[in-house]
Nanobody, 118 residues
Framework: QVQLAESGGGSVQAGGSLRLSCAASGNTDRLYSMGWFRQAPGKEREEVAIIFTRTGIRTYADFVQGRFTITQDKQNKIFYLRMNTLKPEDTAMYYC???????????WGQGTQVTVSS
């Protein structure tokens, strides 16, 4: 079973950038996909980006609009979310998640806070 730990959140001004990291420990060789999600106060959690670890195929939510990039460093078991041109509406707790099979994510990190000021 994999364990996940996010880092890299912080406070930035609109237009700024952050790179979130998700360090995975345990068996990552058989992972099916990794995802980044976010949840703002009073709102439901939403998907931000997914990477299918075996093929490298990536998908993004519509609101990303080319600003974010999800990548994986398989050797070091770290997954990244590079976020550029941040907007105040990107403010949220960001979580990474993993699964071994298609379907709902079952393994989650503890989250890292991103705050974007105008």
């Amino acid at each position: 079973q994999v364990q996940l730990a996010e880092s890299g959140g912080g406070s930035v001004q609109a237009g700024g950038s952050l790179r979130l990291s998700c360090a995975a420990s345990g068996n990552t060789d058989r992972l099916y996909s990794m995802g980044w999600f976010r949840q703002a106060p009073g709102k439901e959690r939403e998907e931000v980006a997914i990477i299918f670890t075996r093929t490298g195929i990536r998908t993004y939510a519509d609101f990303v609009q080319g600003r974010f990039t999800i990548t994986q460093d398989k050797q070091n078991k770290i997954f990244y979310l590079r976020m550029n041109t941040l907007k105040p509406e990107d403010t949220a707790m960001y979580y990474c998640a993993a699964n071994y099979l298609p379907g709902p994510y079952k393994t989650w990190g503890q989250g890292t806070q991103v705050t974007v000021s105008s």
